[in-house]
């Protein structure tokens, strides 16, 4: 695979101390009674991980960022609060970058630049981690998430087994994800300009 050291994260050190991992449970049962609400979550993880990276904090409360990022994707038919036969509903894997963006201009955040979705494939997450990005990830019949939206801050080899920094929405911490050929499909990346 790649040649690097097995001990060090790559990409995850710039973010290490800013990276923000908040779940879909806090947000689960707000007065919408969220239902397949992983990319608003991951977004939400996204702008706070990068106000306190520029240094000026999002003041507001988790749940009232969360609500106003649905709503915004709501508006832009990004996001469907809506469970429907287990398969649709969530946020669009194809627009989800332009929510991101939207999101980004809302908060002031105008130093970083959206590009992609792009076919999320080893080389190009490490390329993009490499480079200091944050990526959006949106996985597609992974063994544990199935469908589901999630960050990755970072990359590190282990036994030659790829293992993503992650913010997965599902546990408050960031943690390790091996990664696989099958388990990504795409990704949107988020970088200083």
């Not at 397949?36 to 988790?62: D, M, S, V, W």
């Not at 960022?65 to 038919?77: N, P, S, T």
């Not at 076919?119 to 990526?135: F, M, N, P, V, Y």
């Amino acid at each position: 695979m790649m040649n690097l050291d097995e001990s060090k994260y790559r990409g995850a050190s710039a973010w290490q101390k800013d990276a923000y991992s908040f779940t879909t449970g806090q947000f689960a049962k707000l007065d919408r009674k969220y239902r397949r609400h992983c990319g608003p979550t991951a977004i939400t993880n996204l702008l706070y991980t990068l106000a306190q990276r520029e240094g000026r904090p999002i003041e507001e409360k988790p749940e009232a960022v969360f609500q106003r990022i649905a709503r915004m994707g709501q508006r832009r038919l990004v996001y469907m609060n809506a469970d429907i036969l287990k398969r649709f509903g969530g946020t669009s894997d194809l627009f989800a970058p332009f929510l991101i963006a939207a999101c980004l201009r809302a908060y002031g955040l105008h130093e970083y630049k959206v590009r992609g979705p792009y076919l999320a494939t080893a080389k190009r997450i490490c390329s993009e981690l490499d480079r200091g990005a944050i990526l959006y990830m949106e996985l597609h019949r992974h063994p544990v998430y199935g469908g589901h939206h999630m960050l990755c801050y970072g990359y590190r080899i282990e036994n030659g087994k790829l293992m993503l920094r992650t913010a997965d929405g599902w546990i408050t911490r960031i943690h390790d994800l091996p990664a696989g050929q099958e388990l990504f499909s795409l990704c949107t990346v988020i970088i200083r300009k």
